[in-house]
């Protein structure tokens, strides 16, 4: 014995046994499948392996496109929805701002058109004065005397 108390032995050794292995009892035969158990499985089995290989079947194939059509529409639903989310918000910021300028351009006019008025009969005078041609002093008679 070691001084672990151990027979001697290394972990790869065939003749160690685990402390799980020690623990159980000997394999009971009723707990392995059969022979027909073995072969009814490899049989499942092949057929899985070959109904892989041979592909869908037309109702299965039939299915799958139906399948995706229905999910693209869906996905094609769910963007034009977004798309319309979109739209629709964009439209209401651009009515605000053309309402904005609107209003904006208004009050311009107006602010505007109070200064300016005053300015503008200012320079009508004055373009009145320089323009008009000089009088020629006439004489007006205040009887209707026909001599």
Known sequence: MDRFGDEGGTMTDPKTTTVAEASLPD????????????????????ARRQAW???????EREDYAAHLRQRRLAEAF???EAMLQERMRQGLRYSREA???????????FRWSQ???????KAG????????????PRRVRMDDDKS
Do not use: K, Y
């Open 27 to 46: 394999a009971d035969p009723a707990l392995e499948p059969s022979p027909e158990e073995i072969n009814a499985w490899a049989e499942r089995e092949r």
């Open 53 to 59: 290989l041979d592909g869908p079947s037309e109702q």
């Open 78 to 80: 769910d963007e034009g």
């Open 99 to 109: 309402q904005l300028a609107t209003e904006g351009a208004i009050s311009l006019f």
């Open 115 to 121: 200064h300016m008025f005053g300015e503008l009969v």
């Open 125 to 136: 005078r004055e373009w009145e004065e320089e323009t008009n041609l000089p009088r020629i």
